[in-house]
């Protein structure tokens, strides 16, 4: 299904990659973004959806020194959210902390809790935070090395608690932290997807596969990873069984940058591409295990159309997705333009 868009719009000032649901905000559907532009200043946008879910108001503006290259919200504290930023030389990541009464100031200013690239030599790619609740560890991927991080509020400290190389002529580019074990996590690189054990350092297992732009882990089930990759569109994974993926998506006309899992529908899955759209797709029914379901592949005439609809009101590539864990039928796109869209997908919600 074709259709463009009914969505509620919101501008940045600048150009942009990376937007983030606000977990921890449970009073509001929130999302935070951040700008990327090499000859001005920088901000972060702190959005909010409005009561009656009709606009989208900027509940806060902030200056950020850098371009921002990465932005995740803090899963269990509003205010606090991470950065990896390039000043067009060099490239830094942060934890930062938005002021408590920023509503009620002039020009409030972000405080910078704690650097992270001063312990790391290589460029870091990404920050991951445990996605399940409130932990003090923190995940650091630059392009040799997985980091994990002993992260203190308190102290406005964070330390490297280890550190480990994923090996000669592999570069890493993102990952995703398995929601289901702490202990698990998915890298990304030029030619696999490696698969660490955080208790040890080592990697567990890989997945051979060239060109993978993302990944992210299904929270409803164990063992199923999705991939966004260059050209051959969305793979779904059982991990248990990697060497082929037990469903593929066709993804976009051009590169699949992103792909999300929804958080509380299983089998919703969003993708956005090079080719300025955004997917909204129904993957196979999965069995208890994980793997899909033996009737729905043995049946043809049982198939349904996978793509649920295509969004497809942008003028540049959305580098940027993320569902609303707190009314997980919303969701936010961010195109390369500085443009937020905010979505529902509840009239599509009756065909699961």
Not at 57 to 76: K, Q, T
Not at 168 to 182: E, I, K, Q, R
Not at 207 to 220: G, Q
Not at 260 to 277: F, H, M, V
Request: glycine share 6%; net charge negative; hydrophobic share 35%.
């Amino acid at each position: 299904m074709q259709g463009g868009s009914s969505g509620i719009g919101y501008g940045l000032k600048y150009q942009a990659r990376c937007i983030s649901d606000v977990k921890a905000d449970t009073d509001h559907t929130s999302f935070i973004t951040g700008t990327l532009s090499l000859k001005e200043r920088n901000e972060v946008h702190l959005i909010r959806l409005s009561s009656d879910g009709t606009e989208l108001v900027c509940e806060g503006l902030f200056s950020h020194p850098n371009e921002i290259w990465d932005l995740v919200s803090c899963p269990f504290d509003q205010r606090i959210f991470s950065t990896v930023y390039s000043t067009g030389e060099s490239y830094g990541a942060a934890i930062w902390q938005i002021p408590e009464l920023y509503g009620e100031l002039n020009s409030p200013q972000l405080e910078r809790i704690t650097s992270l690239d001063s312990q790391v030599a290589k460029r870091i790619k990404c920050i991951l935070w445990w996605p399940s609740g409130r932990h003090d560890k923190l995940i650091s991927i630059d392009e040799e090395n997985l980091s994990l991080w002993s992260l203190d509020l308190s102290k406005k400290a964070a330390q490297v608690q280890s550190q480990e190389s994923a090996g000669v002529m592999h570069y890493l580019s993102g990952g995703a932290w398995d929601p289901h074990d702490m202990n698990a996590v998915a890298a990304t690189c030029e030619s696999s997807i490696q698969f660490w054990d955080l208790r040890t350092m080592k990697k567990t297992n890989s997945v051979e596969h060239a060109h993978v732009r993302n990944v992210d882990y299904n929270p409803k089930k164990k063992h199923v990873l999705m991939t966004a990759e260059d050209e051959s569109g969305i793979r779904i994974w059982d991990l248990r069984k990697p060497k082929f993926p037990i469903q593929e998506l066709p993804g976009h006309t051009h590169w699949t940058w992103a792909v999300r899992y929804n958080p509380e529908y299983d089998g919703l899955i969003l993708s956005s591409g090079t080719d300025s759209t955004v997917n909204l797709w129904l993957a196979s029914p999965s069995s208890k295990d994980g793997s899909i379901s033996e009737s729905l592949v043995d049946s043809p005439t049982r198939r349904i159309d996978p793509l649920l609809n295509s969004y497809s009101d942008y003028e540049d590539s959305i580098y940027g997705l993320a569902w609303s864990s707190r009314e997980p039928w919303i969701f936010a796109s961010l195109s390369y333009d500085g443009r937020v869209v905010v979505e529902s997908v509840k009239p599509f919600l009756s065909r699961k």
